[in-house]
């Protein structure tokens, strides 16, 4: 990380404000906030991936000790007809499961809940619940075979400046023409998000009005969501969020257990606490979708790209639809004259899929970047020589400049970390003893994304500030780098700023996805700030006591606390204050993007060197080290940024060798449904992570010069993984993950 200025708190490496309440136990996550009156609900699901509710008996629950409700179709309160979404709603809302009729569309689906005084209670409850199924059954059954589903491929409709379909040039002719070509197939499994803390909400009401503790990246998204469920003005909703255990996409989504929870409080009369198990979290809150990729490429001698064809089919759900984009960064990451992307759906009777950290490039950039690999032995030819051919000055499908492009920078700086020159060319060539060595990369991008945001920032008669907005922090760091940005735009020492989110009595902010909660809120703090700070210049400027009195406000710094002019005066920002009888100084601010997005493409970018070790007789895989280097715009904490890019290469580790969600083909349930068969990395599986970013400011994309950084660390990992493990075997596995299986 580059070295911060030294009058800057931005940029510096600290350690995160909300520290010593995680380590100490203190900060209070969703299912720990406490209620008089609370009560515990487990939710009942169904057992069969299709059909109706043929009879359900609740009696020997409802007469079970401390049981206050068993709430299923049969009781449940009647919700009034949701009304249409906005379609300025990010993400949309899905289509929810809140007991109002007897249809079941997958395995896993909400078809009871139990309201009890204790958990325990609760728990024992559930399992008294009988249920009696009509399965669909004949032509109507249960469609669970990706294959199958794949036979009849569905056109999902076009998102707002995300079409399925994209095409440039002619690329039959291309393919025609190619010195080299590759046609494979690729595809990915269904994955599961596994954040420490489960998903949960408590929900209380006081008359019509509804107060929701929810761990989620998006409590205005759930305020609407709430408002639009029951009937009632968003105003009668409150949601509550000040930390979030993890999320990674899947909490960036109002589920039906959220409003279910409501739906029993509301029922029961009190307040109600609703945690989903860890087995429940592998139906009804998302995952990453299946996807098949089909690429073909085709190049001239000199390794120039002709052509290019990328065609992606993923899992979707009968009950709504859900696009992984897969194609999107084949549109614009390599120069190419002929291009052709699409995006189609396999419909199954599955939970409904949702964003996964790097929604798309995870899974797009595994097809791409393999193919690029096999493309560049076809041709002999280098992989980092064959991607620098094909290096897009600017975005080939939108014909815009970038706002900001370091990718040679990145390939240059990680190549010489890695010491990629030292690498044998041909497969199977190196070794460390007995062990087979392979080296292998690939290349990293994610849109750099930016939405309205707003904050309020407020100067107190202490010298203190406390500034407000209604994000998100989910483990990123989110009250540590605002904390920073606003220090910086008040000068206050960061220990004088408090910085408050996560609830919707705050500013509103957009939902803490897509990497752009730093790149949309960070400027609204910056203006809130800065305009809070010149209010007190004012002061001190009018103010025939002040030092600085008659001063031209433009001449001001103000800097530890401290007004200031060139000439050596100076005033207190708290004396200034206390002497205008102590009334805080307040100020609003929105920001939100202009027309940049039509007039450059913005993205960040990233290379990823992936080192392998595979043993020849075992087939086992290990990775002693990966180097990577990105282009992120401005590093708001160099601490913070380093984990976030780490951690995203360690799950890029799991995808590439790790996770599967494993269905049982009769009954569409995931029979690995927990943390030990599911299997993630743990300290063990994890070599060498040397990461670092080419630190140049992105000022065209927002004033800070900042995009996001939870999602690239991900991105080409998982290619960059395979692609190694084709240089150490010579077995090139077109499958993720990559297990020892493949190898033997």
Not at 29 to 50: D, G, N, W
Not at 162 to 182: C, E, H, I, M, Y
């Amino acid at each position: 990380m580059s070295e911060a200025k030294q009058d800057a708190v931005v940029g510096r490496g600290m350690d995160r404000v909300d520290g010593r309440l995680k380590v100490t136990g203190m900060a209070p996550f969703t299912a720990e906030h406490k209620l008089p009156r609370l009560a515990q609900a487990v939710m009942v699901q169904s057992t069969i991936p299709k059909g109706k509710i043929a009879a359900i008996d609740t009696a020997a629950a409802a007469g079970m000790p401390g049981v206050r409700l068993v709430l299923t179709h049969r009781n449940a309160l009647r919700l009034p007809k949701p009304k249409p979404p906005d379609a300025k709603d990010q993400p949309p809302p899905v289509k929810l499961n809140l007991l109002q009729d007897d249809v079941v569309n997958y395995n896993g689906q909400p078809i009871a809940v139990v309201v009890a005084d204790t958990l325990e209670q609760a728990q024992a409850a559930a399992r008294r619940v009988k249920v009696r199924y009509a399965p669909a059954t004949g032509a109507q059954a249960a469609l669970l075979d990706f294959r199958q589903a794949a036979r009849h491929p569905h056109r999902p409709k076009d998102q707002p400046d995300r079409p399925n379909d994209s095409n440039r040039g002619n690329v039959a002719a291309g393919l025609k023409g190619a010195a080299a070509t590759v046609d494979a197939v690729y595809t990915t499994p269904l994955e599961n998000h596994n954040p420490m803390e489960p998903h949960a909400t408590i929900a209380a009401w006081d008359g019509d009005s509804l107060t929701l503790y929810d761990s989620t990246q998006n409590v205005s998204g759930v305020k609407k969501s709430a408002a639009r469920t029951f009937g009632i003005a968003p105003a009668q909703v409150r949601v509550i969020c000040p930390f979030v255990g993890g999320g990674f996409g899947s909490k960036g989504t109002a589920w039906s257990h959220v409003m279910l929870a409501a739906l029993a409080a509301r029922q029961a009369g009190c307040p109600v606490k609703l945690a989903l198990e860890r087995t429940q979290m592998f139906a009804p809150v998302g995952a990453r979708p299946m996807t098949e990729q089909h690429v073909q490429l085709g190049a001239a001698a000199d390794g120039a790209l002709a052509a290019v064809r990328h065609a992606s089919l993923s899992s979707s759900a009968v009950q709504d639809e859900f696009v992984e984009p897969c194609t999107l960064l084949t549109r614009m990451l390599y120069q190419a004259a002929h291009a052709q992307t699409s995006q189609r759906l396999a419909v199954l009777n599955l939970g409904v899929p949702t964003y996964m950290r790097a929604p798309g490039e995870s899974s797009g950039s595994f097809a791409l970047e393999s193919a690029l690999d096999e493309l560049a032995y076809s041709l002999k030819m280098d992989p980092l020589a064959l991607r620098l051919r094909n290096y897009a000055e600017s975005d080939p499908d939108k014909h815009l400049p970038w706002s900001g492009k370091a990718l040679r920078e990145c390939y240059r700086d990680a190549a010489a970390r890695f010491g990629w020159s030292r690498r044998n060319p041909e497969a199977r060539s190196m070794r460390a003893g007995e062990q087979l060595v392979g080296w292998g990369m690939a290349t990293a991008t994610y849109p750099a994304n930016r939405q309205p945001a707003k904050a309020s920032a407020t100067l107190l008669a202490d010298g203190t500030a406390v500034v407000r907005s209604g994000t998100h922090d989910l483990g990123t760091g989110t009250y540590t780098v605002m904390s920073q940005v606003a220090a910086d735009a008040l000068g206050l020492a960061v220990d004088k700023v408090r910085f408050e989110l996560g609830d919707t009595t705050l500013p509103e902010a957009p939902v803490s996805g897509g990497s752009m909660s730093v790149a949309s809120v960070g400027p609204a703090v910056q203006a809130a700030c800065m305009a809070v700070r010149a209010k007190a210049i004012a002061l001190a400027v009018a103010d025939r006591d002040s030092p600085l009195y008659g001063a031209d406000p433009a001449a001001v710094t103000v800097t530890q606390g401290w007004l200031a002019q060139g000439d050596g005066k100076r005033d207190v920002v708290a004396a200034v204050i206390a002497r205008h009888g102590g009334q805080p100084l307040q100020a609003d601010s929105q920001s939100a993007p202009g027309d940049e997005k039509k007039q450059y493409s913005m993205h960040s970018f990233g290379a990823v060197f992936v080192e392998v070790l595979v043993d020849p007789e075992l087939g086992t895989i290990r990775v002693p080290r990966v180097v990577g280097a990105y282009h992120v715009g401005t590093v708001l904490n160099a601490k913070t940024a380093h984990s976030q890019l780490i951690g995203g290469v360690v799950w890029g580790l799991g995808m590439g060798l790790m996770e599967a969600s494993e269905l049982d083909p009769p009954s569409g349930r995931v029979v690995n449904a927990n943390l030990a068969d599911y299997h993630v990395p743990v300290n063990a599986d994890i070599g060498e992570i040397d990461v670092s970013v080419v630190d140049v400011p992105d000022l065209t994309f927002n004033p800070l010069g900042a995009r996001g950084i939870g999602e690239i660390g991900i991105v080409g990992v998982a290619a960059a993984l395979a692609n190694a493990v084709y240089h150490a075997t010579g077995r090139r596995v077109r499958k993720l993950p990559v297990r020892l299986d493949d190898l033997i």
